[in-house]
């Protein structure tokens, strides 16, 4: 027998199906639109949520605030049907009654409608197409293309767009396609609307356009949930803002009967002490060597928006400089469209390395000068997992080990070999496939494989993820050792502590900007966090 909220009991339930329990019928109020109960789902060796419990009221606007990795997300998906039920424990009650989801349909069916991200549209569709693919009109066999076009003009004017139904995705700025993709989850009756960094591509003009919009789905009786990393958007909007951190809920505010501002949020997010888990080191920089200034790119798909803006920063020897900022802040754009222009258009910006202006059009001509970069993704662009660990460490610069153009075997074993001494690579042999090792292990490779370039600066990009606390400790040290040795080192990490643990200054992006540049001894995660969110416009290079 299962229970609602209300303690009523109904029949078992068939498998995947919502369980039709009536709500009661003495409540004073109405009952929430949602609540998720000790919702816990684990990954292999990851605990994502740990008996999170959530409650939307209707007719709200419900905030989920925390870091990066806390778990917003993963929630989501939960909610959503991505990951469908048995895939976690823990309940889902939408208006009194239980959900087992399936599926994105089945939540979809349910009223509940989550808007990614990474928007799911197809550009070469028109309007009309996408708000109804999946969701087609019959006519007979046939779908009823002329009502759908009606249906479409009707439900383009209340999102507030005037387009011609016709209209191909792809001719249209992302801020008209994310007022598309709400056109198309009001067409499935959507009474909870879950929008995922819902403003993170879009100016101030459109993002101030959308928020209006949302609040007037609020008045009209529809439920929203917003995860966004834009503090001062989450305190114009949000009724009740809820705050994950580390895969827990810590709390829940209601903003009409407290005083909730940006510092009280952002202490919930970043409140947890920092751990003495990161190497000594006692900082000794030199001189400015490397020097990057009013650097702007575009988008590589979407030339209206820019994903660094005018952002300059500079590096000393043996110096670790961080970068922090949020998902979709433009760090790893920044990072890469320096290394080589690997990301992006290009527009303007200078680079200066040893007080000479020089040119990097693309990736060779990066290494030549000395640059290297550890992507933050090493499975699909650090490393070929079919190459053994020898070939991999030796990949970026092969002419090093060349001779009349033929790769000396014994030399990239010595050199092999090197590596797996001095970074304490676990495997017993450089002939082993790379594919075959740890993430810890894989990663050392991979800085191998770019200290084997002789660079003068090394940009590591989320250099610790999803390794264990041993090898993240021996990744620091090994940073110490490259700044001792009088190497620029970047890192870009989403760990606040890390950064705070392991570099000399920091800097600040929001929206593709350089906004701060902080000593890392006068640095806090709540003085982070509040650069990280909001354009202070106060870099010092």
């Known amino acids: 027998m299962f229970h609602d909220v209300n303690g009523h009991t109904s029949g078992e339930m068939d498998d995947g199906e919502v369980n039709q329990v009536e709500p009661a019928t003495t409540q004073a109020e109405p009952a929430p639109v949602l609540q998720m109960h000790d919702i816990t789902k684990v990954f292999p060796g990851v605990k994502a949520l740990s008996d999170v419990s959530l409650t939307v009221r209707p007719a709200t606007i419900h905030a989920i605030c925390g870091e990066n990795g806390?778990?917003?997300?993963?929630?989501?998906?939960?909610?959503?049907?991505?990951?469908p039920h048995g895939t976690y424990t823990g309940d889902i009650i939408v208006e009194g009654r239980e959900m087992r989801f399936r599926d994105i349909r089945a939540s979809e069916e349910a009223g509940i409608v989550i808007i990614h991200q990474e928007l799911a549209l197809i550009p070469e569709l028109s309007i009309t197409e996408n708000i109804f693919l999946g969701n087609e009109l019959r006519r007979g066999v046939g779908i009823d293309w002329r009502s759908a076009r009606t249906r479409t003009v009707e439900l383009l004017e209340r999102v507030g767009l005037r387009e011609d139904p016709d209209?191909?995705?792809?001719?249209?700025?992302?801020g008209k396609q994310q007022l598309i993709e709400i056109a198309k989850a009001l067409n499935k009756n959507v009474r909870l609307l879950i929008l995922d960094e819902p403003t993170a591509a879009l100016n101030d003009t459109d993002s101030e356009h959308l928020l209006g919009l949302i609040r007037g789905l609020r008045d009209r009786g529809i439920a929203s949930i917003i995860i966004s990393h834009k503090l001062n958007e989450i305190e114009q909007i949000a009724d009740d803002i809820t705050i994950i951190r580390d895969g827990r809920v810590v709390e829940t505010l209601d903003v009409q009967h407290g005083t909730i501002n940006e510092d009280r949020i952002i202490h919930g997010m970043v409140g947890r002490s920092l751990e003495h888990r990161y190497p000594d080191r006692t900082p000794n920089p030199g001189d400015v060597f490397f020097e990057v200034r009013d650097w702007v790119v575009q988008h590589p798909t979407v030339p209206e928006r820019y994903v660094v803006k005018g952002s300059s920063l500079n590096v000393r020897r043996g110096?670790?400089?961080g970068i922090?900022?949020?998902?979709?802040?433009g760090r790893t754009e920044l990072a890469m469209s320096i290394f080589g222009r690997s990301y992006g258009r290009f527009l303007s910006g200078t680079i200066t390395k040893d007080g000479a202006q020089i040119d990097v059009p693309d990736v060779p001509a990066a290494i030549r000068h000395g640059i290297a970069y550890v992507s933050e993704d090493r499975k699909s662009l650090g490393l070929n997992l079919l190459d053994s660990i020898k070939r991999s460490v030796v990949s970026a610069k092969l002419s090093k080990i060349t001779h009349r153009g033929m790769v000396d075997a014994r030399e990239e074993r010595t050199v092999a070999e090197q590596y797996r001494k001095?970074?304490?690579?676990?495997?017993?042999d450089v002939n082993n496939g790379v594919s075959s090792l740890s993430g810890g292990n894989q990663q050392k490779v991979v800085?191998?494989?770019?200290?084997?370039t002789d660079p003068d600066l090394l940009i590591l990009d989320e250099p610790t993820r999803g390794i264990d606390v041993g090898a993240k400790y021996e990744i620091y040290s090994i940073i110490n050792e490259l700044a001792n040795a009088g190497k620029g080192v970047i890192v870009i990490s989403s760990e606040l502590p890390e950064l705070l643990g392991i570099c000399d200054r920091i800097y600040t992006v929001f929206e593709g900007r350089i906004t701060d540049c902080i000593p890392a001894d006068q640095a806090t995660p709540e003085t982070l966090m509040r650069s990280m969110?909001?354009?202070?416009?106060?870099?010092?290079?």
């Open 70 to 83: 806390a778990g917003k997300s993963t929630l989501m998906k939960v909610l959503s049907g991505v990951y």
């Open 167 to 174: 209209t191909p995705i792809k001719a249209l700025g992302v």
């Open 319 to 321: 110096e670790v400089v």
């Open 324 to 329: 922090a900022g949020l998902m979709g802040a």
């Open 422 to 428: 001095s970074l304490r690579i676990k495997t017993p």
């Open 447 to 452: 800085l191998a494989k770019w200290m084997f």
């Open 533 to 541: 969110t909001s354009l202070n416009e106060k870099a010092h290079a």
